[in-house]
Structures are given as structure tokens and as C-alpha cells.
């Protein structure tokens, strides 16, 4: 999730980012509970702000690990210390300070975002911190060199290839249309899709749009006259919905399939319900729906209890980077270069994928995962090396 | 390439002429205005905006009897939304002509002034919108768009060529030209029109020969208002969904057209706005869809450079009596 959705948390005023600013990380409060003792595991993100709705979701899936762990009456229990970002780097670098010197968290679950992440990179590793984003997916981040950073997502890098190696197995295409308006994660997002199809002896076609542009004739009788077996759009769902409408009354049958910035249920609503079926989407996140099965089910079940609405986005990833630490905790480790000597070798089977980091911080299962709108529902088919299209 | 362009060229007419009629609807309440006062009225864009959300706040009130087949009740649904679009965009532009701009007339402010004032408005329509009204509208907050169902059916009626023409492109391009035709026969039959094309040729003589100027701006206002009205409410059956700068590039578009054919002549609209629908899609042919907006304003220019007062000539006045 990148491009215009962090670029829109920037636009807000500079005054209500102040006072909010003062309010945020009020989740602190004493630690000394009883014998046992506690360690402080901070969250940071955007969780009042615009893009608030991708993050709530990874905050609700660790606050139940803990919840969970602490449950349990361990030796030493763990305390979520929340710290509200808005997104913004510049209130993620004071707030680091913070959790830092005042709170003395020995270990963040985040931050959310990839702007924010880059900010307070190095005053982590200097403070020798470990941190595991679930939901920042800008690839440059694991070129800085910092030991102390994990995330437990793919990064932008692993889509494109991923959404396009999919199709390849599940249609055989001969003959590909990719199309995107023209904001920077759609446009990056297209190009490494054509690139893929181009490697794999898939011919391309593709055409752009402008992103406030509405009327998609042009574009619908290119797609037509090109006919082609699959169609990848690269952009954000409000595009997508009236794009999909308008291939679909212009007579275009091939299937359609989009990243991330167009998984949202307002995909549907914008194309119509007859429009949008079928369509795929995928993304690393993985979000179980009603009927999944297994370890997912159980988490389902769980923080459809805990956090009183269905799984969103991120909130097992969210759920994952908690536990990472949890096992770490339960462990003896305590001080973040410990707990930072643990992560090397964590490797357990979390709820969205295995659990394990490369040297960079990296995942080692860099998973994307497949959906597809079913019935006028967004339904997850599974990791794409295992998903099957219905259909 | 050629097999590209012969494969393309009938489907991006049709197209080309679809949404060249809803720019020349738009076009009609610049060139109206721009005739009469001598003001490009910026905030037209948003009495547009207004128009489709007329339209969508009807479809959704009756969306359950919605008919999605062709028959009396469809007809009467696209007779309602035109008419309520139209009501509720003329009565915006009347207000905002009301607020906005005649009390710097009365006071004498410089054309400089009305400007600002209109994109001023243009800018607090669109917030409120994206704020207050469209939250409150879809139950959603953020800055979303809102959809609307479907009451025209996509059929296919005939084929010219490859290109299938579907029952909503006759729909829009008819409504658009028999809008058209009544407004212009408004302007150069009635009396009000007279007194729209006095004042345009001469707002001093036109008092003297005892036309009231504030009712005939009101009055044009009113009217290209109602234009945008209609065409919002046709852009609304054919896009089936709007968002708070739905006005912006639609609004520049039909600005542009309006010159293009003629600034102040209101068959130079009709004529602009179409030329630029087609150029638009032709040109996306060869170059891709991204070029569309390169390629509508070079033409401009170029028009411009051999005709700098557009293909019909510019003003009102001239329409025949």
C-alpha cells in the first residue's frame, strides 16, 4: 500500500496533527503488575488518521496475540504500548524518542506504513529496537542495511510478478492487456506485471488512463479489438469499479485482475454486482473469509470475538509480528538484543504464512495471496502457488 | 497500426460522440454566461457535479421499481432524472449567481474579482460536498464516490461496422441534441431570448430599450444551469457513479469545447463539443488513452492559431432572430 494513499495522510493540517499528536501513545500507563513482570512492546501506525482503516486492523490482530499470551499468566507478561503515527514520518521520528527513552519498549510491531518505517529506521537500530512492520511493502526498505528491521509481508516487488505468474498457470494466456491510470504505484504495479508476461512469451498489449478521467471508451475498444485471454489492471479500486463496468457492457468477457489498491469491498459496490464477479485480486496480504478452514478458521472465530468485526486487512500479519515476539519473551529474552538474537532464528508456522527472516529482514515466504469476487463477496483462494480460480 | 486504426475507429466514434454531447450540454452554460456577462463562470463545473447528484439521489430513492428493460417506465425515469438534474442545477446556478456574483456587479468590482468569486465557489461546492453531502449521502466517511443502479439496458440496437450502438448512446446523444434544439429556438423565438441577445450585444442599450439585466442574467444562469442539469443526469445513466470533482476535467473539457466552436455561440457548443469528443478517442487510437487531454488541447491551439475566435465565431448576439 503505497503512492497516493500515504501521500493523502500528508495533506492534513498541520494543527490537527498537534493535538492529536498529544494525544497519542496514551496507551502507556503503569507496567508493574503483581511478581511477574512486564516488557513493553510498542505499535505504531496510523490509527486515527485517513488510512487508519488498514492499520486498525494489523493493531487489533497483535493486541489479541497478547491478550492471548497474557491470558496464560506467563512469568514475564507483555504490554501493548500503542503509538498513533497518523502515517506521518515526521510524528513517527518524536514519538520513537518517546517509546525509546520514556516507555523503554524493548521491541515495535511496525510501523504500519513505508514512509514512516524509512523515518525512524536508523534511531531503531541505534537503539538496537527490533522492529517487524506487518503491513509496509516498499521494497527499498530492505536495502538500508539495518539489522534491527523485519517485516512479515512481500514486498511491491513480489506482486506484479506474483499476480502475473498466477494468471499464466491458471489460464494459459497467449495474449495479455495491461492497463493502469497514471499514479505511481499503478503505473509501477502495471509495468512489472507486462514484464513478467513479456519473460514468459506472453504478448502485451497495454493502455493508460488519467486517474480522474471516467469515460474508458477509448480503452474499452482497444481491449475489444486486442482480445485478449486475460486483462491486469494496476490501480485503486474507485478506477477499477467504473473501468470493469465498462469493459463488461462493451462486450468484454476475458477475466480482469488488479493488486492490493483495488482489494476493498468498494470494488464491488462501484462496478455493480454482475460487473465485478470474477474479477481476481491479489495481494501479500492475507485476509481469511467466512469460510476458510483450520488455523485460519480459529483465527477467524477469534477476532471476530475479540475485535467484534470480521478480519481485515493486515490483521494477521499484524497477528504474526506479535507472536514473533511473544516466542521471544517466552524465550528469557527481554532486552531488545536478545529478543533481536531470537528473531534470527524464529521459525514457526504463523497464521498468514511461516514465519522466518532472511538476513535483511525480509520474510522468508514472500506469498501472495489470491481472491477472487464470488456472489458479490471478495473470497480468498488461497496463496497463489496454491489457489485455484473458480470459474 | 492500420489494423489497429480500422478495428478502432467506429467504436471510438461512438464513443467520441457520447460524451462529445454531454461536453456540449456543459459548454452551453460557459458560452451562455461568457455571451451575456463576459465571465467565464468557473463554478459551472460543480452546478454539473450537482446535476448527477440530483440524478443519484432519485435513482437511489426509487432503485427497488427501478425497471432495467426498455419501456414507458424507463423513458419515465430518464424524463425525471433530466428533469429534477435540471431543476436542481438551474436553481444552484441561480443561487450562485445570487450569492457569488451579483453583489460585486452591483458594487462595481472588476471582471478580475467575478473570477475569483466563481472559483472560490468552485472550490467550497466541490468541499461541501466531499465533506458533508457525499457521506451523508453513501453512509460512508472519506472522500468516496457513490454509485448509481442501472435503469437503462445495455442492448445493442445496431451495428455500424464493429462498432455496437447501444440503447444508452442514442439515448444521450438524442436527449443531448433535442435540449439543444429547444434552447436554441428558446434564445431566437421567444421574447426572453431576445432580451438575452440584446443584452449580450449591448447591455447599456438593452436597460434603455427597458430589458431588466438582473432578470436576464438570472434567467441565463437559469438556463445553462438546466443544460448542465440534463447533462449530468445523462452522464449519470451512462457512467453510473459520480464523485465530488466529477466537474473538474469534465468542466475544463466543455470550457475548452466552448471556445473551440466559438465562445458565446451556442451552436459553436454543440459543434465543439463534439469535435472534441472525437478528436479525444481518434487520437487515443494512435497514441493510448493517457494522451487523450495532450491531444484535445493541441487541438485547441491549433484551431485557435488559424481561428482565434473558434471554429463558428464567437457571439450570442449574432444568433439569427
Known amino acids: 500500500m503505497s503512492g497516493a494513499r500515504l501521500g493523502r495522510v500528508l495533506v492534513l493540517a498541520a494543527a490537527a496533527s498537534l493535538v492529536l499528536g498529544a494525544c497519542a501513545g496514551g496507551g502507556g500507563g503503569s507496567s508493574s503488575g503483581g511478581d511477574a513482570t512486564t516488557v513493553k512492546i510498542g505499535f505504531m501506525g496510523d490509527l486515527t488518521g485517513e488510512n487508519s482503516a488498514i492499520v486498525i486492523p494489523p493493531r487489533n490482530g497483535a493486541k489479541m496475540a497478547i491478550a492471548e499470551y497474557n491470558a496464560k499468566n506467563p512469568k514475564t507478561k507483555i504490554e501493548l504500548v500503542e503509538y498513533d503515527s497518523q502515517g506521518k514520518p515526521d510524528q513517527a521520528t518524536s514519538l520513537i524518542t518517546k517509546a525509546v527513552g520514556t516507555d523503554k519498549i524493548v521491541g515495535l510491531i511496525g510501523p504500519a506504513f513505508s514512509g514512516e518505517s524509512k523515518a525512524i529506521g536508523a534511531q531503531l537500530e541505534e537503539n538496537k529496537i527490533p522492529s517487524i512492520s506487518p503491513s509496509a511493502t516498499n521494497p527499498g526498505l530492505a536495502k538500508n542495511g539495518w539489522k534491527y528491521w523485519h517485516r512479515v509481508v512481500a514486498n511491491d516487488n513480489d506482486q506484479g510478478p506474483g499476480i502475473a505468474e498466477f494468471l499464466i498457470k491458471a489460464k494459459s494466456p497467449k495474449k495479455a492487456f495491461v492497463l493502469s491510470d497514471d499514479q505511481e504505484y499503478s503505473v509501477g504495479l502495471a509495468e512489472a506485471v507486462a514484464k513478467t508476461f513479456k519473460d514468459k512469451g506472453v504478448a502485451v498489449e497495454t493502455d493508460k488512463f488519467a486517474k480522474d478521467a471516467s469515460d474508458y471508451s477509448s480503452t474499452v475498444s482497444k481491449v475489444k479489438s486486442a482480445n485478449p485471454d486475460v486483462i491486469v489492471y494496476g490501480g485503486y479500486y474507485a478506477q477499477l469499479g467504473r473501468l470493469l463496468k465498462q469493459l463488461r457492457d462493451g462486450g468484454v468477457t476475458a477475466i480482469v485482475a488488479s493488486g492490493d489498491g483495488s482489494l476493498d469491498a468498494q470494488l464491488i459496490s462501484g462496478a455493480g454486482q454482475a460487473a465485478a464477479e470474477g474479477a481476481v485480486l491479489a495481494c501479500p496480504c492475507n485476509i481469511p473469509s467466512a469460510d476458510v478452514t483450520g488455523n485460519l478458521k480459529t483465527f477467524f472465530d477469534n477476532y471476530k470475538k475479540s475485535a467484534n468485526a470480521d478480519p481485515a486487512i493486515y490483521s494477521t500479519e499484524g497477528y504474526d509480528a506479535a507472536t514473533a515476539f511473544i516466542k521471544a519473551v517466552e524465550g528469557g529474552n527481554t532486552t531488545g538484543e536478545k529478543i533481536m538474537d531470537f528473531l534470527k532464528t524464529v521459525n514457526f508456522e504463523g497464521v498468514s504464512k511461516p514465519i522466518k527472516f532472511k538476513d535483511n529482514g525480509e520474510p522468508e515466504a514472500n506469498s501472495i495471496f489470491i481472491y477472487q469476487v464470488k456472489g458479490g463477496v471478495l473470497k480468498l483462494l488461497g496463496p497463489s502457488a496454491e489457489a485455484k480460480l473458480e470459474g | ?321
Not at chain 2, 117 to 133: C, W
Not at chain 2, 242 to 264: D, Q, R
Open chain 2, 1 to 321: 497500426m492500420l489494423q489497429d486504426f480500422l478495428n478502432q475507429i467506429l467504436p471510438s466514434t461512438v464513443g467520441g460522440l457520447v460524451i462529445g454531447s454531454i461536453y456540449a450540454l456543459v459548454a452551453l452554460g460557459y458560452t451562455m454566461v461568457y455571451g451575456v456577462l463576459r465571465l467565464i463562470n468557473f463554478a459551472h463545473s460543480e452546478i454539473f457535479m450537482i446535476g448527477t447528484f440530483a440524478s443519484l439521489v432519485l435513482l437511489t430513492a426509487i432503485a427497488p421499481a427501478a425497471p432495467a428493460t426498455f419501456g414507458i417506465a424507463m423513458i419515465g425515469t430518464l424524463l425525471l432524472c433530466m428533469v429534477v438534474s435540471a431543476i436542481a442545477s438551474g436553481g444552484a446556478a441561480v443561487l450562485l449567481e445570487t450569492v457569488a456574483y451579483r453583489p460585486l456587479r452591483k458594487r462595481g468590482a472588476t471582471k478580475l474579482a467575478a473570477l475569483i468569486s466563481a472559483i472560490g465557489a468552485s472550490i467550497f461546492l466541490q468541499e461541501l460536498f466531499a465533506l458533508e453531502i457525499i457521506p451523508w449521502l453513501t453512509d460512508k466517511p472519506g472522500r468516496n464516490q457513490a454509485s448509481a443502479p442501472r435503469f437503462v439496458p445495455r442492448d445493442e440496437l445496431f451495428h455500424i461496422g464493429n462498432a455496437a450502438v447501444r440503447l444508452d448512446h442514442v439515448i444521450v446523444i438524442i436527449a443531448a441534441v433535442l435540449v439543444m434544439i429547444a434552447l436554441d429556438q428558446t434564445v431566437s423565438k421567444t421574447r426572453i431570448g431576445r432580451g438575452i441577445r440584446a443584452t449580450a450585444q449591448d447591455p447599456e442599450a438593452a436597460v434603455l430599450m427597458g430589458v431588466s439585466i438582473d432578470n436576464i442574467v438570472r434567467v441565463t444562469f437559469l438556463l445553462g444551469g438546466a443544460m448542465a442539469g440534463v447533462a449530468g443526469a445523462l452522464y449519470l445513466m451512462e457512467i453510473e457513479n459520480t464523485v465530488f470533482n466529477v466537474g473538474f476535467v469534465l468542466g475544463i473539457k466543455a470550457f475548452t469545447a466552448a471556445v473551440l466552436g466559438g465562445i458565446g455561440n451556442l451552436r459553436g457548443a454543440l459543434l465543439g463539443g463534439i469535435v472534441l469528443g472525437l478528436i479525444e478517442n481518434w487520437g487515443a487510437i494512435f497514441l493510448g488513452s493517457q494522451w487523450k487531454d495532450v491531444i484535445a488541447f493541441t487541438v485547441l491551439v491549433i484551431v485557435l492559431m488559424f481561428r482565434p475566435t473558434g471554429i463558428l465565431g464567437e457571439s450570442l448576439q449574432r444568433a439569427r432572430a
